[in-house]
C-alpha cells in the first residue's frame, strides 16, 4: 500500500524502528500522531490478566490519534509494538492543530465523542478478553 | 454512529431518557456537508478510528458472548464440584497458596479449616490479602498445606466459592482438587484416616 501524498505531506519526521521497539507506551504522556510509512505493528494493552494484543497495524494505519483528539489529552492508552523492522511518519501537530480548528462546535463534538468511545471501548475489550483469558 | 457510518447501518444501540431531558436535534445533511467538506487528512483519520470502533464494538459482543458461555460452563463445574462425595475433616492446618493465571503470582497464607479427598476450605485475613478481591471462581491455584509438620501436600485446586464470614476479619475459599501426585493423594488419604 503506498501513501496519499496529502496525507504523506503531513508527515514532519520519519523514525526507524527495531522489532519490537516499544514506539508508543501505555500510561505515557505524548500527543504525536504517527503513521505506518513500512512494516507491521502491533496494538498491546495491559489487562488484569497480562498483556493482551488488541489488534495489528499495517502500512497507512494512524495511531496515537487518540490522545492528541480527546480535549483533555489522556495519558496513552495503548501500547504500540513494533512487529519487525517499521518505519514511522510523525505527523505535524501544528497542522493538524489548525485543521482541527476550522472544524464547526458541533462536528468537533462528534469527532471528540467517536475517539472517547473508541478509548472505552478499547478499555471494555481488555477486559472482557482478560475474563475470557 | 448512524450518521458516522453512513447512515446505511441499522442503529446500534437503544438510547432511552433517564429523567426530563432536553436535545438539540442536529440535521445529519448539515452534519454531513461538514464532514465532507473536512480537511483530508482529519477525514483520513477519523475514517479509520471509525472502523475501529466498528471492529472493537463486534469485538465486544463477541467477547460478552465467551464470556456468558465460560461462566456458565465454571457455575456447571462449580455445581458439580459442589455435590460433597467425600468425608470432610475439621482440622487448622497452616498452608500456602498462589493464583497461578495472573500476573500477581505473590504468595498467600491462611489455615485450612477442613479437607477432604476431593477438596479443602481455607480461611484468610482479609486485611491481610487485599488481592483477594480479584479472584474469583474458577481461578486456578497452587497449594501448599501442611498435614503435619513433616508431611507437605501439594496441589492444583480450583476456587469454587468465596465469602466473607459473619463476625469475623476472615474471608473462606472453597477450592476444589484439581490435580495432585500419588504421593500426596496417598498422604492425603492417610490423614484422612
Known amino acids: 500500500m503506498t501513501i496519499d501524498p496529502v496525507i504523506y505531506s503531513y508527515v514532519s519526521e520519519e523514525e526507524r524502528y527495531p522489532p519490537d521497539a516499544a514506539i508508543v507506551k501505555e500510561g505515557d504522556r505524548g500527543y504525536w500522531v504517527y503513521i505506518i510509512l513500512e512494516g507491521r505493528c502491533k496494538v498491546k494493552k495491559r489487562s488484569s490478566r497480562g498483556t493482551i494484543t488488541l489488534a495489528s497495524l499495517q502500512v497507512g494505519d494512524i495511531f496515537g490519534e487518540m490522545s492528541f483528539f480527546i480535549r483533555n489529552r489522556l495519558p496513552r492508552t495503548t501500547t504500540i509494538v513494533a512487529d519487525g523492522p517499521v518505519l514511522v511518519g510523525i505527523l505535524d501537530t501544528d497542522r493538524l492543530n489548525k485543521e482541527l480548528k476550522k472544524l464547526s462546535p458541533r462536528l468537533k463534538q462528534v469527532v471528540e465523542m467517536m475517539f472517547n468511545r473508541l478509548r472505552e471501548a478499547s478499555d471494555k475489550v481488555a477486559e472482557l478478553a482478560a475474563q475470557v483469558k | ?193
Open chain 2, 1 to 193: 454512529m448512524t450518521f458516522l457510518t453512513g447512515s446505511v447501518q441499522p442503529r446500534t444501540a437503544s438510547a432511552r431518557a433517564v429523567g426530563p431531558t432536553e436535545l438539540e436535534v442536529w440535521h445529519p445533511q448539515l452534519l454531513m456537508y461538514e464532514y465532507e467538506a473536512m480537511p483530508t487528512i482529519l477525514k483520513y483519520i477519523l475514517d479509520q478510528s471509525l472502523r475501529r470502533l466498528m471492529r472493537m464494538n463486534t469485538l465486544i459482543s463477541k467477547l460478552n458472548e465467551r464470556r456468558e458461555k465460560s461462566e456458565a460452563l465454571i457455575q456447571k463445574k462449580i455445581q458439580d464440584t459442589s455435590r460433597r462425595q467425600f468425608f470432610r475433616k475439621s482440622v487448622g492446618l497452616d498452608c500456602y497458596f498462589k493464583p497461578l493465571q495472573t500476573v500477581f503470582q505473590f504468595r498467600n497464607s491462611g489455615t485450612v479449616t477442613d479437607i477432604s479427598k476431593g477438596g479443602a476450605r481455607i480461611e484468610v485475613h482479609r486485611t491481610k490479602h487485599m488481592a483477594l478481591a480479584t479472584f474469583k471462581p474458577g481461578d486456578l491455584f497452587s497449594l501448599k498445606i501442611y498435614l503435619t509438620p513433616q508431611s507437605e501436600f501439594d496441589a492444583k485446586a480450583m476456587l469454587v466459592f468465596q465469602g466473607a464470614l459473619k463476625d469475623s476479619e476472615n474471608i473462606a475459599l472453597g477450592f476444589s482438587f484439581q490435580e495432585m501426585s500419588e504421593d500426596c493423594r496417598k498422604a492425603l488419604s492417610f490423614f484422612l484416616k
